[in-house]
């Protein structure tokens, strides 16, 4: 079993910048793809960043160039730089892992994030 704990939500206004952080912890364990994906009011959980164990990143084409995957594989933690924050990116964050050997997708309890206009 896995356990993911977040970190550094928080109301910011537009524009500015917040960091979150996402580690995971449990038993022996091998992570294999970190991401976070976020869910607004009335809409569907989508996908924002993952990265790969080994460093590959992908983004939704609405937070490129403003948002930055990061991750320590030594401490088991995700991160999420968000800059030049906007209105519509307020939502729920979660964070997500796969664990190897079977794939097996674990995720966190969410953090909000609102940023006002």
């Known amino acids: 079993q896995v356990q993911l704990v977040e970190s550094g939500g928080g109301l910011v206004q537009g524009g500015g910048s917040l960091r979150l952080s996402c580690a995971a912890s449990?038993?022996?364990?091998?992570?294999?793809?970190m991401g976070w994906y976020r869910q607004a009011p009335g809409k569907q959980r989508e996908l924002v960043a993952t990265?790969?164990?080994?460093?590959?990143?992908n983004y939704a084409d609405s937070v490129k160039g403003r948002f930055t995957i990061s991750r320590d594989n030594a401490k088991n933690t995700v991160y999420l730089q968000m800059n030049s924050l906007k209105p519509e990116d307020t939502a729920v964050y979660y964070c997500?892992?796969?664990?190897?050997?079977?794939?097996?997708?674990?995720w966190g309890q969410g953090t909000q994030v609102t940023v006002s206009s």
């Open positions: 990265i790969t164990s080994g460093g590959s990143t």
């Open positions: 997500n892992v796969e664990v190897l050997p079977y794939g097996i997708h674990y």
């Open positions: 449990g038993s022996r364990f091998s992570i294999n793809v």
